[in-house]
């Protein structure tokens, strides 16, 4: 990858699109993970203003840390960057203790975890609108289009992708080029929302490297029979959320009326 250029390609990009909308620039959640850094960095290098939103809820400490410490970086570095705290711990816990109780709290947990990322959805599109700015998406290639690892209506809820056409690793490649701070390119990646340190990895059960290798491979056309041992696995895993994900790649469906019934 021709890094230095693909980096002013996006900038370019960025500053295109919001010249065009009549914006003022951009707002994005900042989580402390690769992926935000990355984004945000991008945002702000268009000269354009860029508001860094940190929502806790109910996070763990070192996500917090790192966040805190990356949109300092992000401000030492460029004049148009603005931040805010919105801590929506008591927001989320306040919906839970009006929601309908459940038998077992387990049965729950992913439809909560979702919750937590479309609070933080509105909490942009709140700033957005109060601004007049854009909301950056920050996910990646294998995230949005292999295995589909986001929440529909929540974080994958933006009005512009600068880092869609990038795996993993190449955003990884584009953070070490920026200087993105060292302790988020060492930092293992999550998804912040169970409030603690599980990884993706954890959840996903394949590394994005391997997540990399087996939608190349989907691609190509292989299946499943086409491999053993640790490659059979993982392709396995990626085609089960690949599938099961799908609906959030597609667009919404539509009922079309037959002409005739009108």
């Known amino acids: 990858m021709h890094t230095e250029k693909v980096i002013d390609y996006i900038v370019n990009w ?13 707002v994005i959640g900042i989580s402390g993970g690769i992926d935000s850094a ?11 203003q860029l508001l860094c939103v940190e929502m806790p809820i109910h996070q ?4 917090v840390t790192r966040a805190v410490n990356h949109i300092d970086w992000l401000q030492s570095n460029f004049d148009t960057v603005k931040k805010v705290e919105v801590n929506l711990t008591p ?6 203790d009006v929601l309908p109780s459940v038998e077992k709290e387990e049965d729950r947990f992913m439809s909560l975890a979702n919750t937590r990322a479309r609070l933080r959805m509105t909490t942009l599109y709140y ?15 294998v995230e949005d289009f292999g295995v589909g690892f986001y929440t529909k209506y929540g ?11 990038l795996m993993k690793s190449e955003v990884y490649e584009i953070g070490k080029f920026l200087n993105i701070n060292q302790e988020i390119i060492d930092a293992a990646p999550t998804d912040g929302l169970w409030g603690d340190d599980r990884t993706d990895e954890d959840q996903i059960g394949a590394s994005y490297p391997e997540l990399e290798w087996a939608m190349l491979m989907d691609d190509q056309g292989k299946t499943v029979d086409d491999f053993t041992g640790r490659s059979k696995d993982v392709f396995k895993i990626y085609k089960r959320f690949n599938t099961a994900n799908k609906h959030k790649m597609i667009p919404i ?5 037959p002409k005739n019934l009108k």
């Open 14 to 26: 960025l500053k295109d699109y919001a010249n065009n909308a009549k914006v003022n620039g951009f």
């Open 38 to 48: 990355v984004t945000s960095t991008l945002c702000a290098k268009t000269g354009l």
């Open 60 to 63: 763990a400490k070192s996500q």
């Open 91 to 96: 927001v989320f816990d306040n919906l839970i």
């Open 127 to 141: 700033f957005a609108a109060l601004n007049k700015l854009l909301v950056a998406g920050t996910g990646n290639k």
């Open 155 to 165: 974080d994958g809820g933006v009005d512009l992708s600068p880092i869609a056409d």
């Open 253 to 257: 469906p539509i009922c079309e009326i």
